[in-house]
Structures are given as structure tokens and as C-alpha cells.
Nanobody, 116 residues
Framework: QVQLAESGGGLVQPGGSLRLSCKVS????????MSWHRQAPGKERELVAG???????SYADSAEGRFTVSRDDNKMTIDLQMDSLETEDTAVYYC??????????WGQGTQVTVSS
């Protein structure tokens, strides 16, 4: 059974940093795209950053230059380093695993609140 477990969310002041981590179990990361998404209250879930199995990285415009995504296939993790956080970054952040052979799975989400 594929499971994803996020950690690292919390409350931070504007301009601060947080590092989110997602641990995958029950499968391997070969041929899987790993990504972070977020959903703010009243808004649709949106892509924040992703890394393909080949190492291609993509960011949403809002994350470019402030967030850094990385994956470690040996540790079965994907991390999201978030710097220069803004109040608009407040959301529940979700980790996603996507493989054409295994399927698509989501974590339960971790709350990030940016507030003074």
C-alpha cells in the first residue's frame, strides 16, 4: 500500500522559512513524478513544485526564486524548502506521487500558516 506522510508545517512570520518533507512508503520512486501542491481556503488546489523521475524540476510562478524542491530516491523523500514566505503562502500543502504504472497518491497534507 502506497502511503505518503508530510511533515514540517507550522506557523511562521512573513519573511521566514519552513522546510516540508514527504516520506513515501509501499513503493519505489522509479519512474514517478513527485510534487508539492497547496490549497488555500476557498481556492482550488494548485501545483507548487515538481520533480520528474529524470530530475526535471518545475515551479509555479509564485514559488520561483523562493522555494526549492528536491528528491532523494534512496531515502524515498521529497522536500520543499520555502524561504521568504508571504501571507499568501498560507495553505495546506500536499505531497503527490504519480506513476503511470503504480497510480497517483496524495498525502494527508500539512498546514502552513504565514502570519505576524
Amino acid at each position: 500500500q502506497v502511503q505518503l506522510a508530510e511533515s514540517g508545517g507550522g506557523l511562521v512570520q512573513p519573511g521566514g522559512s519552513l522546510r516540508l518533507s514527504c516520506k513515501v512508503s509501499g513503493t519505489n520512486l522509479r519512474s514517478a513524478t513527485m510534487s508539492w501542491h497547496r490549497q488555500a481556503p476557498g481556492k482550488e488546489r494548485e501545483l507548487v513544485a515538481g520533480v520528474t523521475s529524470g530530475g526535471t524540476i518545475s515551479y509555479a510562478d509564485s514559488a520561483e526564486g523562493r522555494f526549492t524542491v528536491s528528491r532523494d530516491d534512496n531515502k524515498m523523500t521529497i522536500d520543499l524548502q520555502m524561504d521568504s514566505l508571504e501571507t499568501e503562502d498560507t495553505a495546506v500543502y500536499y505531497c503527490k506521487y504519480s506513476s503511470r504504472w503504480i497510480g497517483t497518491y496524495w498525502g494527508q497534507g500539512t498546514q502552513v500558516t504565514v502570519s505576524s
